[in-house]
Every structure is written in structure tokens, then in C-alpha cells.
């Protein structure tokens, strides 16, 4: 299910991949990880070449720069479960990239000739990085919508609005390289460790950003895949309630581990948030 959604300026539209409005839990999202999900070099050695030029222009203006592994999104597959209740089941296709390649191929300036011309979503990402992001929409006890917005200091849209979220890691469940999972014994575990942490990364990131704790918050209910027009960014999104006041997060986030990604910390109404998104021009 392929949708795409956004106010006539490029850099909001999305293309909405997966959506599941009521939500499914951790049993019903289940990964892969396998290197047949991983990018393929493009043909063009220019273009591959570009990658490492980019990186080391970035890191020369920015030393504090890291490589670090990423999650590749490689696409997802969807089916029925057995029995009455016919629920849903989502498995999302992983590989593994890094920072860097993200660097040199998304946010290459030249990011649309790493496009091949498709309809389908993996084939048309094939050469792209793509890391896999995750973002919260968190609500809190007096129903309002948690935004935070971004520092003028990090590397993609600074002073942009965002819910929570950042990315799941592979350093997490001890995966630095494919090898980790050869076996198909040790590769069912791997999988089941990589599907926790879907889970358990957007506990971490909204503890994190926002500063709650993690005892505030409800399980998460994955709800869907975006991935942005601009840049083909992907992203699984989830949805989380929190047992506190508004009042009581904005208290809270002047303490946040990563309170420095962000400037400030707004609760607004969903109408307000759906005003926000199509007005501004800065929501990410």
C-alpha cells in the first residue's frame, strides 16, 4: 500500500508505504536481516566515488562525525494470521549500511541518479543507503501530541519540527557485520533480536529526547513506514501513550540526555499538529 502525501512542497512530501492505523504490537512485527537486503553498488563509478569525496568534505568541516552501522531498509512483507481474529503480520526486510554511505548516497546532492526508474519501492532504493529511522507520536495524558524542534546545530533539517525518534541499532544486538548470523540457528535468534529492538529503540530515543521515563510510557504500537520523497529517507513510525501532563514533559525535557538535538519541546492539539504540517514548511 503505497501513498503520497504532502502540501505541494518537496520537502514535506512522503510517500506513505505501510500504514495500520490501529496499531499491531511486538508479536505481530517481526524482521529479517540478511545481506540480500543490503545496497547494491551502482554502476556509475563516479557516483560511487562521490561517496567518499562527500564524507570526507563532511568530516573535515566536522570532526565529531561518526561511521556507525545502520539498519537498511530493504522493503516488508505482509500477511494474515490463522484463526478468527485474523490479524495482521508485518516482517520488515533489513541489511545492514552506515552512516557514511547514508551521507554519500541520500543526502548526496546528486541523491536522484542513485534512483533506478520503478514502481517498486526496494528496486527503485536499491543503490541508496537508506537507513532505517523511527519516530513517535507520543500522546500524553491530556491528550496532546509531543513535537519537538530541531537544533540549528544538527546535520539534516536544522529548525525543522519532528516527533521523537532517531534510528534502531544494530551495535545494540551485537551486529557489526552479517557474519553475526550465518547459521540458520543463529540466524533465527538474530531476527528475533532484531525485531525487539524496533521496539525497544523508540522506548530509548523518546526517553532520550523528550526526558521521560520509561515507566511513563505505554508499549509501543507500530503504525506504519514513510519514506520522504526528498532525500528517500525511510522510517517506521510508532505510537505510544504517556502516563504524564504536558506540563509535567515540558519540566522534564530541560533535563533530556539528548536535549541538545533540539531547542524546544511543544504539546499541541492533533488539530493543531495536522495545521502545523501543512502550514509551516518546517515539519520534518
Not at 570532526?63 to 537498511?72: D, E, M, P, V
Not at 554511505?101 to 541518479?113: A, D, I
Not at 540526555?257 to 519541546?265: F, K, V
Amino acid at each position: 500500500m503505497e501513498k503520497e502525501v504532502g502540501n505541494g512542497c518537496s520537502s514535506l512530501a512522503y510517500k506513505l508505504l505501510f500504514s495500520c492505523p490501529f496499531g499491531l504490537s511486538q508479536p505481530q512485527l517481526s524482521a529479517v536481516f540478511d545481506e540480500s537486503y543490503d545496497r547494491i553498488p551502482h554502476s556509475d563509478s563516479n557516483l560511487e566515488n562521490s561517496i567518499s569525496q562527500i564524507w570526507d568534505q563532511r568530516v573535515q568541516k566536522n570532526g565529531s562525525l561518526f561511521n556507525g552501522k545502520k539498519f537498511r531498509y530493504g522493503g516488508y512483507s505482509q500477511k494474515s494470521g490463522d484463526g478468527s481474529k485474523k490479524e495482521s503480520y508485518v516482517c520488515l526486510h533489513l541489511g545492514l549500511t552506515d552512516y557514511r554511505t547514508f551521507v554519500g548516497t541520500n543526502l548526496n546532492p546528486s541523491w536522484e541518479k542513485f534512483l533506478v526508474a520503478s514502481e517498486d519501492d526496494p528496486t527503485q532504493c536499491r543503490h541508496t543507503s537508506s537507513p532505517l529511522g523511527n519516530g513517535a507520536i507520543v500522546e500524553t495524558s491530556d491528550q496532546k501530541i509531543v513535537l519537538l524542534q530541531r537544533s540549528n546545530n544538527v546535520g539534516e533539517f536544522p529548525g525543522h519540527f519532528v516527533f521523537p525518534g532517531g534510528h534502531p541499532e544494530p551495535q545494540e544486538v551485537g551486529i557489526e557485520t552479517h557474519e553475526y548470523c550465518k547459521c540458520s540457528k543463529d540466524s533465527e535468534l538474530v531476527n528475533k533480536k532484531v525485531s525487539q529492538e524496533m521496539f525497544e529503540s523508540i522506548i530509548r530515543e523518546v526517553v532520550e529526547e523528550i526526558g521521560v521515563p520509561a515507566t511513563s510510557l505505554s508499549d509501543p504500537l507500530f503504525i506504519g513506514i514513510s519514506r520522504r520523497v526528498l532525500n528517500v529517507r525511510p522510517a517506521i513510525f510508532f505510537f505510544i501513550k504517556c502516563s504524564l501532563e504536558s506540563k509535567e514533559i515540558h519540566q522534564l525535557y530541560s533535563k533530556a540526555q539528548d536535549g541538545y538535538e533540539s531547542t524546544q519541546l511543544y504539546t499541541v492539539s492533533m488539530v493543531s499538529l495536522f495545521l502545523l504540517a501543512f502550514s509551516s514548511g518546517k515539519f520534518w
